[in-house]
T-cell receptor, first 112, second 115 residues
Framework: AQSVTQLDSQVPVFEEAPVELRCNYS??????LFWYVQYPNQGLQLLLK??????LVKGINGFEAEFNKSQTSFHLRKPSVHISDTAEYFC??????????FGAGTRLTVKP | DAGVIQSPRHEVTEMGQEVTLRCKPI?????LFWYRQTMMRGLELLIY????????DSGMPEDRFSAKMPNASFSTLKIQPSEPRDSAVYFC?????????????FGPGTRLTVL
């Protein structure tokens, strides 16, 4: 069964516009949630993570995400995107220590 | 810190040939993961090791795939014989053992093309 669902496969936005990349997870147990970014021809780089504590998590490059347990969501947001934010973004969940499952990815394209 | 190192970065081979992918995890990390990324299936966990011991290989697609970790600083993923459907980007990742699950650090990947 799919553990992580990224609702949008592609998100085109204009530069300096806000963006939200959606992620929903399915789990009845405690989860640990991550957002990774993959630039072309590179490996995955951690943007931010939620392990516990505050539900609003701030990451690198001005991104933030909010853990919403009631809606089982962990959407990624940025108030103003740059051309350099163009990349593939992956939501991931860890269950049972090391069982990390990735979503299908969302390709963010920032247009000038 | 050099990060996770993978070699080669690109590999082109012919169907039936043996392919060996290599990974050097971050020093001090005792978990190592092998992933495969394709357009059709996204990112898939193939196998992971803890302290050089394979813990879960349920993601390995078939017997043609094998992985080893002879020491804490080196791991290989071997495909023998290779097939065109094995064409993908293979990532290695590592992390340190902590009380709670934490960040996996990914290598740059090996792009494998099997003709």
């Amino acid at each position: 069964a799919q553990s992580v669902t990224q609702l949008d496969s592609q998100v085109p936005v204009f530069e300096e516009a806000p963006v939200e990349l959606r992620c929903n997870y399915s789990s009845s147990v405690s989860v640990y949630l991550f957002w990774y970014v993959q630039y072309p021809n590179q490996g995955l780089q951690l943007l931010l993570k939620y392990l516990s504590g505050s539900t609003l998590v701030k990451g690198i490059n001005g991104f933030e995400a909010e853990f919403n347990k009631s809606q089982t969501s962990f959407h990624l947001r940025k108030p103003s995107v740059h051309i350099s934010d163009t990349a593939e973004y992956f939501c991931a969940v860890i269950r049972n220590n090391n069982d990390m499952r990735f979503g299908a990815g969302t390709r963010l394209t920032v247009k000038p | 810190d050099a990060g996770v190192i993978q070699s080669p970065r690109h590999e082109v081979t012919e169907m039936g040939q043996e392919v060996t992918l290599r990974c050097k995890p971050i020093s001090g990390h005792d978990y190592l993961f092998w992933y495969r990324q394709t357009m059709m299936r996204g990112l898939e966990l193939l196998i992971y090791f803890n302290n050089n011991v394979p813990i879960d290989d349920s993601g390995m697609p078939e017997d043609r795939f094998s992985a080893k970790m002879p020491n804490a600083s080196f791991s290989t993923l071997k495909i023998q014989p290779s097939e065109p459907r094995d064409s993908a980007v293979y990532f290695c990742a590592s992390r340190a053992s902590l009380l709670v699950p934490d960040t996996q650090y990914f290598g740059p990947g090996t792009r494998l093309t099997v003709l």
